[in-house]
């Protein structure tokens, strides 16, 4: 048992959270955002150049063959900075269905562009109606010769309007909500028949809205087995939850630094307002709440080497629950020590409640993973 | 960064739960399972049968008793004892008074007391609160003077857990009353049968008596009962304070008793089937486990900590494990009301010792969730608990 990094991994967080004390303080975030699509290409490009894009792939594939702790220490470092760039949508999700399920030919097709930069990823999974399950699929793939024809709507699809290449569900067959008969397709962004309305989102990032309308692609499409993919689907979002909880701890850890900092410097009454007992029992309780977010983002970053799936599922479920209530709590928590300041489009803090907030909702909230939780029989 | 056990670790597991299951009386461990208390009787014989394998002060110095195990086998130790359950070594004793004395105590001292605390020859009770001093300790008032060779005591103390059982208290007395508060207090230890000594029991909110208030009247204390130097017992009381941080989250009582709580709601019945199946029921149960899991998470990484850095600084993460063990403690408790209904209502009566043998086992629910009402109040209460996150933590 040890919780400690390894010395290559602290030479990791390093250099990532050196990058972006460098290159990613709140004013550049503003400047980053109104580029186009609402990220700096020179970011990605430093991210690259530190090969921090190829971090989870394998060497023979070029990168450099890290696990479940790398991910969740770089996540950790773009939750603290607020990063907008698609870190999460193509390295781990993009990236993931092609570790996890691509062939040698997909593999060598797509990851070299993840690694150096060039390309970006979006995962086009939730539907009008799907909400947070998996395997509701209405959007369809129909064989057609060797390859498949996809139809379909597809809604908040992080980095949509930026991707390059979309991975994208569809139903192969049986009705909407089998869980067989989901396959998962690759599909480059500019084919025809994909139509894209993008957006920003409330946190900052941006998202699209995508319809396919008899989008051909060939038989190399199909990520695994085009018929049974809701496992393959499963594991990758399993990755991305973890990913996303160690993203909101480092927005957590910061928010409570800056609130923690405002209540040394606010004076009101003529005294620093961190000398209120009441404001700091608060800070105490969201410092507590942290800590427990923290154990639960690690506990599900270790569950990664759990050789039951179900266990693996059930602790990525647990630890989203407790992410949720922890970043609900110290998020809203942020804004009122900060008071009328918090409630301020200038103010950084109300970004990270922002995040916190999407976080939550995104592949499952608080009530759908308790659920989760629950179905699997707990956790003792 | 890995969270399996070794080889080794998961071999001393074995090695303590077959201890555990193969030595602990059953009657023992039913009560604790039950709720119930236990009489001192049954708590020195499984004390002692802890101590004659060598596990009864397992902390201690190897030169003293103790065990050398790594900080992992203390966790798993003791975890294992929550689970199976089976009662932790007396506190005051061999938590409490037993480090101050072999660190701070002369030779004489450790050679007088240390053995007895282990055999449990000597029940320990602990002097501190005070009527008008619970969470200002360092106002207490309970008076020590010096009159030849000896101390004359005189004042009160209160909350004294166990103090019916008890042949020795360790106190914080007043010996220099001119000095700010917390410089002239001393660590003295003596006999509860000294003269002027009186324990008058206090009737707890479950009609258990743990605890009792302990009166001083002229009570003559030799003077080499004093522990370390006379006014320095306020250091002292804050090393006994701060010695057992990774123990109070009480992570293996919470899990036994999330076992008994889905143990009983297979049995009991609503609308024609078990309480278990009931949705709303099992969410909160999952939400309390998760809340556990995230604190035995927290608590391992204090110990892993410990473990490779040593106990010198403490891990900030180790100021959550009161609060939340706590919270998590009494949340438990709360369910088990939820699962019995209206059979919590019976109430039955104390026996004199203090034991509660008595009854269904049903009558010991509503008890112990109000008895567990204690568990954010004493050892420093919670919001005693933030003020030191405040301070220590984020520098408020």
């Given at each position: ?380 | ?30 009560k604790m399972?039950e709720g119930r208390h236990l009489s001192k009787d049954e708590m ?117 857990t166990l103090?019916q059982h ?34 008058r029991p206090i009737e707890t909110i479950d009609g258990g008596r743990e605890v009792n ?133 019976p109430y039955d009566v104390h026996g004199d010792d203090g034991s509660n043998e008595t009854m269904d086992w049903t009558a010991q629910i509503a008890p112990s969730y109000f008895n567990?009402?204690k ?22």
């Open positions: 048992m040890d919780f400690d990094l390894s010395e290559e991994q602290r030479l990791l967080k390093e250099s990532i959270d050196g990058l972006l004390t460098d290159s990613y303080d709140f004013d550049a975030r503003k400047k980053y955002q109104k580029e186009k699509g609402g990220w700096s290409k020179a970011v990605w490009g430093k991210l690259a150049e530190q090969g921090l894009l190829g971090l989870p792939f394998a060497e023979d594939d070029g990168g450099f063959g890290a696990g479940a702790v790398e991910t969740m220490i770089v996540m950790e470092a773009l939750g603290k900075a607020l990063v907008l760039e698609p870190y999460l949508a193509t390295v781990v999700i993009g990236g993931g269905f092609l570790r996890h399920g691509g062939s040698a030919e997909q593999k060598a097709a797509h990851i070299p562009g993840i690694i150096d930069g060039s390309k970006t990823f979006a995962f086009a999974q939730l539907e009008k109606n799907s909400r947070y399950d998996l395997g509701d699929v209405a959007t369809t793939a129909k064989k057609k010769g060797a390859g498949w024809v996809i139809d379909g709507e597809k809604f908040v699809v992080l980095n949509g309007e930026n991707a390059d290449t979309l991975i994208v569900t569809a139903r192969t067959k049986g009705a909407q909500r089998d869980k067989t008969g989901i396959g998962v397709f690759i599909v480059p962004a500019n084919a025809k028949g994909v139509t894209r309305k993008g957006y920003p989102t409330q946190d900052g990032l941006h998202a699209a809205d995508i319809t396919f309308t008899g989008v051909e692609v060939g038989a190399d499409a199909a990520i695994g087995d085009p018929e049974n993919g809701l496992p393959l689907i499963e594991r990758v979002v399993d990755e991305a939850r973890t990913a996303m909880c160690a993203e909101a701890v480092g927005a957590m850890d910061e928010s409570l630094k800056s609130t923690v900092e405002y209540l040394k410097t606010r004076k009101q009454f003529g005294v620093p307002i961190g000398s209120f007992q009441t404001l700091q029992h608060r800070a105490a309780d969201m410092f507590v709440a942290l800590e427990q977010a923290r154990s639960m983002s690690m506990f599900a970053t270790m569950a990664a080497d759990f050789d039951s799936a179900k266990e693996r599922a059930t602790a990525v479920a647990a630890a989203k629950v407790q992410i949720g209530k922890s970043g609900k709590f110290i998020g809203q928590q942020s804004i009122q020590l900060h008071g009328g300041i918090g409630m301020t489009q200038e103010a950084k803090i109300g970004h990270y409640f922002k995040r916190l907030t999407m976080i939550e909702n995104t592949f499952g909230d608080t009530d759908y993973h308790l659920r989760r939780v629950t179905d699997a029989g707990g956790l003792v | 960064m890995d969270l399996a056990f070794s080889k080794e670790e998961i071999a001393f597991r074995e090695e303590v739960r077959a201890f555990f299951r193969d030595n602990v009386p059953p009657e023992t461990r039913r399972v020195v014989a499984w004390w002692r049968i802890l101590n004659k394998k060598g596990w009864g002060v397992s902390h201690w110095p190897k030169e003293y008793g103790g065990t050398g195990w790594t900080s992992v086998q203390h966790y798993i130790f003791n975890e294992e004892l929550q689970m199976h359950p089976a009662p932790a070594p007396l506190a005051f004793g061999v938590s409490m008074v037993g480090p101050v004395i072999y660190t701070f105590g002369n030779e004489k001292q450790k050679q007088q007391y240390l053995p007895r605390i282990a055999s449990v020859d000597d029940w320990w009770c602990q002097g501190f609160s005070e009527p008008g001093s619970g969470s200002d300790l360092a106002s207490l008032k309970t008076k020590a003077e010096r009159k030849g060779d000896k101390y004359i005591i005189n004042g009160q103390k209160t909350w004294t103090a008890a042949d020795m208290i360790f106190c914080l007395c007043r010996t220099d009353t001119n000095a700010k508060k917390q410089m002239g207090i001393s660590f003295i230890v003596f006999d509860m049968k000294s003269k002027g000594v009186t324990v208030e302990v009166f001083f009247d002229d009570v003559e204390v030799p003077i080499e009962n004093l522990i370390g130097e006379e006014n320095k017992g306020w250091d002292y009381a804050k090393f006994l304070l701060g010695n057992e941080r990774t123990g109070i989250a009480r992570v293996g009582v919470s899990k036994e008793r999330l076992r008994r709580i889905k143990d009983l709601a297979s049995k009991v019945e609503q609308n024609g089937k078990p309480v278990i199946e009931d949705q709303g029921f099992r969410e909160k149960l999952a939400a309390c486990e998760i809340e556990l899991k995230a604190l035995e998470l927290t608590q391992l990484r204090v110990v892993a900590d410990e473990g490779k850095h040593g106990k010198g600084k403490p891990n900030p993460a180790s100021s959550v494990l009161k609060i939340k063990g706590s919270e998590i403690q009494q949340t438990t408790t709360e369910l088990l009301m939820e699962v019995i209904g209206p059979f919590a209502a567990n009402r568990v954010s109040i004493y050892g420093g209460s919670n919001e005693i608990q933030r003020n030191i996150i405040t301070k220590a933590v984020l520098g408020l």
